[in-house]
């Protein structure tokens, strides 16, 4: 079923394009230019350029900071762009395509002619989406063509989920931001690559495996663990995503004791992001500083890279986070958060 998205907010960021029609025809002109637009998603925020202009991609991939090899998404208005994009397209793609687009799912496919090397990191198969959010569909329609976009940071950092996150990671690298406010499902989407046209999730998004089943009418999944060897994807590297603080995920029972222990022995203040109120026998800032987090996967989700991006900013030695449960609405979250605290 597809994904209900909360209202969304147009906020203004007075240094970024607003959500003005000029501000799309100025992103349009951009785009046909080779320029570097970014825009607001459903997940996050995009840094996007055209995806057939090979130059315009060099300039992505170096802003970025992203290695060559590494393939982008292409993004397009509509699933109808399928076939002009992709070959060889599966049954349960196109099932997938109809019952998720326009939303937070992207589909791994062999690629048609159209779609360059530098798209691809050279590889046979192309990612595709075709987003939710007005904003990026205002700017596809009006764009026609596809639009190459990883998340609007720098290579290995946490994706932005405002204008003014884009605008902190990328600076003046980036031609115009199109503000959307804050992106409404908060993690990147859910991806989806075929073995002899059966579904094997790549990275997990709100999208989730049993809501994948219950469109293709099946009981359960491939496991993409085996799979990420043959299929590239760098949202699958260990340590990705990641604050520049340390990041440590505690059991519940565990996230107590721990906080005493790290008071204890730092004279630097520590960060916690749980699903509960700060207990009052433990002290607030500045020895703590205390966010509490959504009890529901969506909520949880939203908020959870401008959470680690603030908490990041407080000088703490530790961001201790409570770890979550184990079913499936909370796979991308639990994905996201266990890179995040990977430590090399
Ligand atoms: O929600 C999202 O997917 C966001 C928004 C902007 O659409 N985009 C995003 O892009 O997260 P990026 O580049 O940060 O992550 C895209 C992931 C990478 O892990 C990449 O390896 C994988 O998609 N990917 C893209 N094309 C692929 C392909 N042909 N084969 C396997 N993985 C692919
Ligand atoms: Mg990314």
């Given at each position: 079923m597809p994904m209900h998205l909360p209202q969304f907010e147009t906020g203004h960021c007075p240094e970024s394009g607003s959500a003005s029609e000029a501000a799309i025809t100025d992103a349009v002109t951009i785009l046909r230019r080779g320029g570097l637009v970014a825009f607001p998603t459903e997940t996050v925020y995009g840094l996007g350029a055209?995806?057939?202009n090979p130059e315009a991609l060099k300039r992505l991939y170096a802003v970025k900071g992203r290695p060559g090899y590494h393939p982008v998404i292409v993004h397009l208005a509509?699933?109808?762009?399928l076939q002009d994009w992709a070959r060889e397209i599966p049954e349960a793609a196109w099932q997938l395509a109809k019952a998720?687009?326009?939303?937070p799912l992207t589909l791994i496919l062999p690629r048609s002619s159209r779609v360059p090397d530098a798209v691809t990191g050279g590889q046979d198969t192309v990612g595709l989406r075709v987003p939710a959010h007005p904003l990026a569909q205002k700017l596809l329609q009006a764009f026609g063509g596809g639009i190459a976009a990883p998340s609007a940071n720098r290579f290995g950092k946490l994706s932005p989920t405002t204008a003014p996150h884009v605008r902190d990671d990328l600076g003046t690298d980036v031609d115009l931001i199109l503000d959307g406010g804050s992106c409404p499902v908060g993690v990147e989407s859910t991806i989806v690559a075929f073995r002899d046209g059966q579904p094997v999730i790549l990275r997990p998004g709100m999208i989730t495996e049993s809501q994948i089943a219950a469109v293709l009418g099946q009981s359960n999944q491939n496991s993409a663990e085996a799979d990420t060897a043959v299929i590239r994807a760098p949202g699958t590297l260990a340590s990705h995503y990641a604050p520049g603080t340390p990041l440590i995920l505690l059991p519940p029972q565990d996230l107590i004791p721990v906080i005493q222990q790290k008071l204890a022995e730092s004279p630097a203040p520590i960060g916690v992001l749980a699903r509960r109120e700060r207990p009052a026998l433990l002290p607030e800032a500045p020895k703590m500083v205390w966010m509490v987090a959504d009890t529901a996967p969506e909520g949880y989700a939203r908020a959870l890279y401008a959470s680690l991006r603030a908490l990041d900013t407080?000088?703490?030695s530790v961001i201790l986070v409570e770890a979550l449960p184990d079913s499936g609405e909370w796979a991308a979250v639990r994905d996201r958060l266990k890179r995040a605290a990977y430590r090399a």
């Open positions: 055209d995806a057939e509509s699933a109808e762009q998720f687009w326009p939303g407080k000088g703490l």
